[in-house]
């Protein structure tokens, strides 16, 4: 289902490269939290997650955080990136989205959503007509509601495997409304 799709899948935040970035004309990136930049719930970003977001900065890319958690989660956790950031978004809905292209200065197209729940960040994303890239999630999920979803996930992720963000703007391709 298209609204489900992402525009292209990856393993880990930290395979994005500023190389891909520039392929798909990208500015700023919003970041989801759990599962993405740590373990659930985590204040320790997980392997090298640091090391790369100061990597983007350096590039050039705005990094927003945009989360369905709470503030106290979500605060001191971009507080040690030096990042805005936007809690209890209410994702997938797309103000939090809306709002961080916003404080990135950006156009819709040239911010990139990355997440790894398709029903929250990459439906949020299309929604807004964002491009996105969909993560494995770093652990196994512990809440029921979320476990529900990654049981419904399963049967759309196998046919996302193959999707190559690089395509993205390579063949005209736009699912984005104009902003
Ligand atoms: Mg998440």
Not at 79 to 94: G, H, Q, R, T, V
Not at 117 to 131: E, H, K, R, S, V
Request: proline share 7%.
């Amino acid at each position: 289902m298209a609204v489900f799709r992402p525009t292209g899948t990856l393993h880990r935040v930290t395979d994005i490269t500023p190389a891909l970035l520039c392929a798909m004309h990208i500015r700023a990136i919003v970041l989801d939290v759990d599962n993405t930049m740590a373990m659930h719930g985590a204040q320790t970003p997980h392997t090298g997650v640091l090391a790369w977001t100061k990597q983007m900065t350096a590039a050039g890319v705005r990094l927003v955080v945009v989360s369905n958690n709470y503030k106290k989660r979500v605060a001191p956790f971009a507080e040690k990136f030096a990042l805005p950031y936007i809690s209890f978004a209410c994702k997938p809905s797309p103000f939090g989205y809306l709002r961080a292209k916003r404080l990135a200065g950006v156009h819709v197209r040239e911010c990139l959503v990355v997440g790894d729940q398709i029903f929250t960040d990459i439906f949020g994303a299309n929604l807004c007509g964002m491009p996105s890239v969909l993560l494995d999630p770093i652990a196994p999920d512990k809440a029921w509601t979320v476990r529900f979803k990654r049981w419904l996930e399963h049967f759309l992720r196998p046919h996302y495997r193959r999707l190559d963000p690089t395509n993205y703007r390579k063949n005209g391709d736009s699912h984005a409304f104009s902003d």
